[in-house]
């Protein structure tokens, strides 16, 4: 994955991502994705390119469980988000839907960088600056249900999830 880094910071909740106020409005991603950010990052979802990285700083997505959050983030072509941390809500709901959600330092990437992941390698290389950033690896199941999209995707494909220990 290759994109521009969109920089943010700490404490980033689930109504900054999406107002809550759009939430009775309306289900369609599409039209909510339009909202992104507007109330920390006024034009966000204008800025917006296909392919573009969010990262951010600590516990990124805390607040409400709603499963919107990650799932506009995706609708609007974000292709991951970086982060010092995650609420663990926010983190197992942007992997059931796909989105790679990607615990590292941030602190090596500023707004604007072209930043590349590698999801299998755990490492993200900031091509603007060169700086190199590992981290560790998502498990294999997580990486195999992000590769089906999310979750519902690799059950429908493979008709259950693995358990520990093999079945």
Not at 25 to 39: A, N, P, Q, V
Not at 84 to 113: E, H, M, W
Request: charged content about 30%; some cysteine.
């Amino acid at each position: 994955m290759r994109g521009r880094a969109h920089k943010l910071g700490d404490e980033i909740n689930t109504d900054y991502i999406i107002s809550g106020k759009y939430k009775f409005k309306t289900l369609d991603m599409k039209e909510l994705s339009k909202h992104i950010f507007e109330d920390l990052a006024p034009g966000f979802a204008e800025r917006v390119k296909p392919g573009d990285v969010v990262v951010a700083g600590e516990n990124f997505g805390h607040g409400s469980s709603r499963e919107q959050a990650p799932l506009v983030l995706k609708e609007a072509g974000i292709s991951c988000v970086l982060a010092k941390s995650f609420a663990r809500i926010f983190y197992r709901n942007a992997i059931n839907v796909g989105l790679p959600a990607v615990t590292c330092d941030t602190s090596l990437i500023q707004d604007g960088d072209t930043i590349e992941l590698e999801l299998e390698r755990g490492r993200v290389r900031n091509l603007t600056t060169g700086a190199i950033i590992e981290f560790k690896p998502l498990p294999p199941i997580m990486a195999r249900i992000l590769e089906e999209g999310g979750l519902a995707n690799y059950v429908r494909k493979h008709g259950d999830l693995p358990m520990e220990g093999g079945r």
